[in-house]
Nanobody, 121 residues
Framework: VQLQASGGGLVQAGDSLRLSCRGS????????VGWFRQAPGKEREFVAT????????SYADSVKGRFTISRNNAQNTAYLQMNSLKPEDTAVYYC???????????????WGQGTLVTVSS
């Protein structure tokens, strides 16, 4: 499956943004989807993950209560709704597809190109 992330942009602290991850080439419903992010000068970190059916989700502590991961398998798309954004959320956000959910990047074999989110204070 090929993944394409979109929806990034420049927002102010406290704003909301929704990222999309569209699958092509193979149905996204086969895969767990994870969102990761990488801030300048830092390692890539886990943000959220969702099972193929959408029944279970998991979040990093830093985004719990502010971010919501979801998916619409009929549209072959997963989403990351980000509310109450903070400057420390600034990063390139990547979506990834894998056979199992996990918080490590090694759980995911398929990666999108990333979309930049910049949160100004």
């Amino acid at each position: 499956v090929q993944l394409q992330a979109s929806g990034g942009g420049l927002v102010q602290a406290g704003d909301s943004l929704r990222l999309s991850c569209r699958g092509s080439g193979r149905t996204l419903s086969y895969y767990a989807v994870g969102w990761f992010r990488q801030a300048p000068g830092k390692e890539r970190e886990f943000v959220a993950t969702i099972t193929p059916s959408g029944e279970r989700t998991s979040y990093a502590d830093s985004v719990k209560g502010r971010f919501t991961i979801s998916r619409n398998n009929a549209q072959n798309t997963a989403y990351l709704q980000m509310n109450s954004l903070k400057p420390e959320d600034t990063a390139v956000y990547y979506c990834a597809g894998g056979w199992v959910t996990g918080t490590g990047s090694g759980s995911y074999a398929h990666w999108g190109q990333g979309t930049l989110v910049t949160v100004s204070s």
